[in-house]
């Protein structure tokens, strides 16, 4: 009896667990994969400085894993964090993806990182280093100007100087002039005023400001020399609406920097002929000029194997030779009348950077002869500091007709 009552007792706790497996089976809940995902915004626009929250929503919504991961493709202009927190870096734009753990499904937003207020330099390159000849480095020599647009009222102009010249360190030092506010000059008026700095007055609440740092060169030249040395301009605005910009000018002083003027082809050798037929008459022909120094005169000499072609330059006003830097009035008008195709006068003179487009002639020499043609621009750009240049850009046209 006692064999048979414990057969019983071992047949019920098989009989008992065989069935709790059972029901275990059927209550463990089951696996909802993961079939996309969305992001709340699929395009952003962002100024510098500011944040945006994104936010994804995965699908379905009692998905077991909803776990996400952020990314960006360019953080130089925009990063984002684990909660989708995005912050804008920079000008430019930059793809935020979201990531789901559970089957890598993604969904992305582009930002677009702007400046409301914008700092440029006046003919040259702001983010670009300024590299001057010590013996070129003059007041009346070298263009220095930056220039803040769509400010929506300054409420703050704040300079930084930094210099790696113990001395002219040590002058800014004295002069209290390393770092102040041309909004907020308080007991520093006086001496920003000495430096060739705008008054406060036209400062605060100015929507448009030009800042010549030019000043500041002889300055350093008169304490730093002789050796060589790189001094940094950082400039930061903000306005009443809270909208900031900054830039930084860096000028480097070198005794083996040679004044003087460079005149180059920007995708070609200029000191080869370039050969264009009819078929190729859109090949780009522009014209890199860079000084040491502001521009003072651009002169330009055509001369063609068209008679046609120098029978409508002077038709046009335009001769075959003028400057554009300093263009007769009738010349200026003329040019005028191209529809921004040749810079003149003040995109001209001053600056100290440009282009010179020529890509535009070659239709037009194409347009008045079925023949091959040869013409040469013959370029001479001398600086303020005197410094000439010179190079001739010869073109072999041939007409793919004429040619056949």
């Known amino acids: 009896m006692k064999k048979y009552f414990a057969f019983l007792a071992v047949a019920a706790l098989l009989f008992a667990t065989g069935c709790g497996k059972d029901n275990n089976d059927d209550n463990k809940p089951k696996e909802i994969k993961v079939t996309g995902v969305t992001v709340s915004e699929t395009t952003l626009s962002l100024e510098v400085g500011k944040t945006a929250t994104l936010t994804a929503t995965v699908a379905p919504e009692n998905a077991t894993n909803k776990k996400v991961t952020w990314s960006t493709d360019t953080p130089t202009v925009a990063t984002v964090s684990a909660a989708g927190v995005v912050t804008a870096v920079a000008e430019g734009t930059a793809k935020i993806t979201v990531t789901t753990e559970d089957g890598n499904k993604t969904a992305s937003t582009t930002v677009t990182v702007f400046e409301y207020v914008t700092i440029e330099g ?26 803040v647009y769509d400010a929506e009222g300054i409420q703050n102009f704040i300079v930084n100087i930094s210099t790696t010249s113990p001395a002219f360190g040590g002058l800014l030092g004295t002069m209290h002039l390393e770092q102040f506010d041309l909004a907020n000059q308080g007991a520093l008026a006086p001496v920003l005023g000495m430096a060739g700095l705008p008054a406060e007055a036209d400062v605060k609440g100015a929507k448009t400001l030009s800042l010549d740092l030019s000043g500041f060169v ?26 900031h910009a900054s830039a930084a000018l860096v000028i480097n002083v070198d005794d083996d920097v040679t004044p003087g003027v460079t005149i180059a082809g920007e995708s070609f050798d200029i000191d080869e002929e370039q050969t264009i037929t009819s078929a190729e008459q859109g090949t780009p022909l522009v014209i890199l000029i860079d000084a040491n ?6 002169l330009v000499e055509i001369t063609s194997s068209s008679a046609v072609f120098t029978q409508m330059l002077g038709l046009m006003n335009l001769d075959t030779e003028f400057d554009l830097a300093n263009p007769t009035p009738q010349q200026a008008g003329a040019l ?68 056949e």
Do not use: Y
Not at 293 to 298: A, G, H, L, P, V
Not at 386 to 400: E, F, P, R
């Open 122 to 147: 006046e003919g040259f390159d702001i983010s670009k280093d300024v590299n001057i000849a010590a013996s070129a480095a003059t007041e009346a020599q070298v263009g220095l100007t930056a220039s």
């Open 218 to 243: 002889p300055m350093m030249l008169g304490v730093a020399l002789p050796g060589d040395f790189t001094t940094t301009f950082e400039i930061i605005v903000n306005d009443d609406s809270e909208h």
């Open 293 to 298: 120094t502001t521009i003072e005169n651009f």
């Open 336 to 403: 005028g009348e191209l529809d921004g195709m040749l810079p003149f006068g003040d995109d001209v003179k001053g600056k100290r950077e440009m282009e010179f487009d020529l890509t535009q002639f070659v239709p037009m020499m194409f347009a008045v002869e079925d023949a091959d043609i040869t013409a040469s621009f013959k370029i001479t750009v001398t600086d303020k500091g005197g410094a000439t240049a010179t190079k001739t850009l010869s073109l072999d046209l041939v007409n793919v007709a004429e040619a």
